[in-house]
């Protein structure tokens, strides 16, 4: 099976280091979506690309937030000086990128953060 | 393993029966939508998809109806089965974006 893979499954973190997280989306796949997702919530959207460039990022990407997709393969989420409110489960997703109106997107699944 | 959506509304059909899931979508602009099913400790699974030009798609086992004029979508599931459950998201895409808004979701409980 050569889905979406993210890696660390789990990570466990003291308030104010910094962590970060890898997604490896389904080969040749064109765009990469990062959400994040809370108990009884549905996955926020965080950013995205189309391949390399980072087209759209939410407002919820504070300047902790960056990501990176640096050859427009494998992409990075990293989280500096951790806060509590940051723990959750971060979801990675990647579709196709051949289809201008909408597409199914493939989520990995996630890495799940725990802030003490 | 840890649960998705412990305060989720809750649906509980019988093994067998027919089950409805409802969600109200908020830009009238979205031109696509996703029904997505998440098991415990794993990722959204996609379902099913419909445009914004179509009011109706049907899958295996799965219909989703969209309704535009009060921008609803709803998800229907023939012969529910055990395997079924799980928590249930639609998503919505605006016009011109790639950004996927999830609505809140609904968890499906089957009984046998």
Known sequence: ?116 | GESVGLHLPTLSVQEGDNSIINCAYSNSASDYFIWYKQESGKGPQFIIDIRSNMDKRQGQRVTVLLNKTVKHLSLQIAATQPGDSAVYFCAEKGTGTYKYIFGTGTRLKVLA
């Open chain 1, 1 to 116: 099976d050569t889905g979406v893979s993210q890696n660390p499954r789990h990570k466990i973190t003291k308030r104010g280091q910094n962590v970060t997280f890898r997604c490896d989306p389904i080969s040749e796949h064109n765009r990469l979506y990062w959400y994040r997702q809370t108990l009884g919530q549905g996955p926020e959207f965080l950013t995205y690309f189309q391949n390399e460039a980072q087209l759209e990022k939410s407002r919820l990407l504070s300047d902790r937030f960056s990501a990176e997709r640096p050859k427009g393969s494998f992409s990075t989420l990293e989280i500096q000086r951790t806060e509590q409110g940051d723990s959750a489960m971060y979801l990675c997703a990647s579709s196709p990128g051949d289809r201008g109106w909408g597409e199914t997107q493939y989520f990995g699944p996630g890495t799940r953060l725990l802030v003490l």
